[in-house]
């Protein structure tokens, strides 16, 4: 019989090492990215960022594994990848036309006694002054800027799929923007994720300097704002 041959137990117990070492060395491979991000967030540089990228890519699983055996917060390492992911595509990001970005914002920015309404594209700001949105939304758009407010990820694939955006800037929590991202490489789109200073679903803040500077990313500096205020009225 084939499965008590000699010949098949050898093969058996040969596939049963390749499987063991490669699951060591995946292993291994994941400890490196953990301590090469670690001291990456200590000493504020970026090590290997496309190498870091890919590893995190493959491996997030055995990494997520390994930050709860060592009782590590993933949180922090999942935002280090993000900002690795937003450093490779910065200067892909800058050379195109404002025409071709769109920026997404969550809900969850608006204020609570906002009188926004829900359309197809999104919620429909009235610019009423309770929270900054209406003033980023007259900022951007001048320069040329698709601006959504959105209430979840499928508006999102919806306003991709009808308007077809080189560049997308992604604003939410950092597990929105970590799939954000993600669902960004899927479709080849060039994306830049900005995360909230807070998790929440209602009146969440962010430093909107952070979506501007990564929102005027190759734009003229004479078509841009001088006084960037964003303070409610």
Known sequence: MLFTSPLWNQMM???????????????????VLVTIALYSIKSGKFFFPRIMSS??????????AICGFFGLD??????????????????MFAVIPVDKR??????????????????PEGLKCQNCGQCPIGKVLIILQTIGY?????????????MVKKYRPNGIIGVGCIIEVKEGLEMC???????????????????????????????????????LSKDFDVSPS
Do not use: Y
């Open 13 to 31: 117990i040969l596939i049963g090492e390749i499987t063991v070492l490669v699951a060591i060395g995946l292993l291994f491979l994941a400890v």
């Open 55 to 64: 590893g995190f890519f493959m491996l997030e699983g055995i990494i997520k």
């Open 74 to 91: 993933d949180k922090e390492l999942i935002t280090f990848f993000i900002r690795v992911h937003n450093l490779m595509n910065k200067n």
């Open 102 to 119: 769109a920026l997404f914002l969550p809900q969850c920015l608006r204020s609570a006694k906002c009188p926004a309404h829900l359309t």
């Open 146 to 158: 698709r601006v959504f407010i959105v209430p979840g990820s499928s508006f999102i694939q919806r």
């Open 185 to 223: 490489d899927r479709m080849g789109i060039c994306g830049i994720g900005v995360m909230t200073l807070r998790d929440g679903c209602v009146e969440t803040i962010i430093n909107w300097h952070d979506v501007f500077d990564a929102a005027t990313l190759g734009v003229d500096s004479q078509l």
